[in-house]
T-cell receptor, first 113, second 113 residues
């Protein structure tokens, strides 16, 4: 499974756009890039998933360059409730590795008033 | 659609005892996986079940075991509890698809004294 590197922590202010970048140099051809959000004492919550280029949903956008060795999660206009830990995962929960995901240390995002 | 349900939410046990945790996946999800989360080690994969069969296993001692029932509900058991087993135990379910993301419950907080 590909190893990922993310910033340990980030700070932002309400209303700003936040971009969290994840490096995954040894991503495999079959790997997808998935981001999860976790609040204290809760399970991780799926945010967005992509394979290449750009993916957008109602809460975030995911930018993946052509070489796929990095990805950027973009959170538009964050609020205090976006304060959480964000995990970037590379791999796939299917194939021979069903359910087996490797979580890195994650990025602690703190949004200030 | 109801999310992943884990019971109990909190549990306090004594060293040497055993414990059973329960997980009900999202309706239609047949893959159930378990993770242990601690401040020092982060999120670590325990095992994954599909159609009552264990398909993947993480690097945990044999004291950690699990099973899945015909209705996809799953249980995990930890025998001869140690202080280091204190953690948040998370269950996740997913569809049987190549890039299906995991959907996590809010976990069972186990404290071993």
């Amino acid at each position: 499974l590909a190893k990922t590197t993310q910033p340990i922590s980030m700070d932002s202010y309400e209303g700003q756009e936040v971009n969290i970048t994840c490096s995954h140099n040894n991503i495999a051809t079959n790997d997808y890039i998935t981001w999860y959000q976790q609040f204290p004492s809760q399970g991780p919550r799926f945010i967005i998933q992509g394979y290449k280029t750009k993916v957008t949903n109602e809460v975030a956008s995911l930018f993946i360059p052509a070489d796929r060795k990095s990805s950027t999660l973009s959170l538009p206009r964050v609020s205090l409730s976006d304060t959480a830990v964000y995990y970037c995962l590379v791999g796939n929960a299917g194939g021979t590795s069903y359910g087996k995901l490797t979580f890195g240390q994650g990025t602690i995002l703190t949004v200030h008033p | 659609k109801a999310g992943v349900t884990q019971t109990p939410r909190y549990l306090i046990k004594t060293r040497g005892q055993q414990v059973t945790l329960s997980c009900s996946p999202i309706s239609g999800h047949r893959s159930v996986s378990w993770y242990q989360q601690t401040p020092g080690q982060g999120l670590q994969f325990l095992f994954e079940y599909f159609s009552e069969t264990q398909r993947n296993k993480g690097n945990f001692p044999g004291r950690f075991s699990g099973r899945q029932f015909s209705n996809s509900r799953s249980e995990m058991n930890v025998s001869t509890l140690e202080l280091g087993d204190s953690a948040l135990y998370l269950c996740a379910s997913s569809l049987e698809q190549y890039n299906s993301p995991l959907h996590f419950g809010n976990g069972t907080r186990l404290t071993v004294t």
